[in-house]
């Protein structure tokens, strides 16, 4: 048998994992929604983006994030939304590198 502050050490870590797993969940989408706009950013910055093919991918990304918004509407995602975004970000990201790349 485990002493009794090994049993809470574990438990705490545990705990701590778990958070962190549903947390990476929604920063998932999130994190892609930001490294993207950082893309697009840097695609401008470096000429490798026009503005008016920038102003396309922006306008890309907030349909994006308002349907995000509708589906968090209940305060989760289901796993059906979760990939539907997750396919709509795929699409944005090809957007970005064929724009960036033509």
Known sequence: MLPMATRMVAMVIT???ALGVA???SAGVNG???????????GVESGALSRRE????????ALIR???RAYRRDG????????DLNRDL?????????????
Do not use: F, M, N, W
């Open 23 to 25: 947390g990476e969940a």
């Open 54 to 61: 920038a102003a396309r991918l922006r306008a890309e990304q």
């Open 32 to 42: 892609r929604q930001r490294r993207q706009a950082r893309r697009i950013h840097e």
């Open 15 to 17: 705990g701590v994992l």
């Open 66 to 68: 308002v349907e995000e």
């Open 76 to 83: 989760r995602l289901s796993p059906r939304e979760r990939a």
């Open 90 to 102: 795929s699409r944005a990201s090809r957007d970005i590198r064929r724009q960036k790349h033509d």
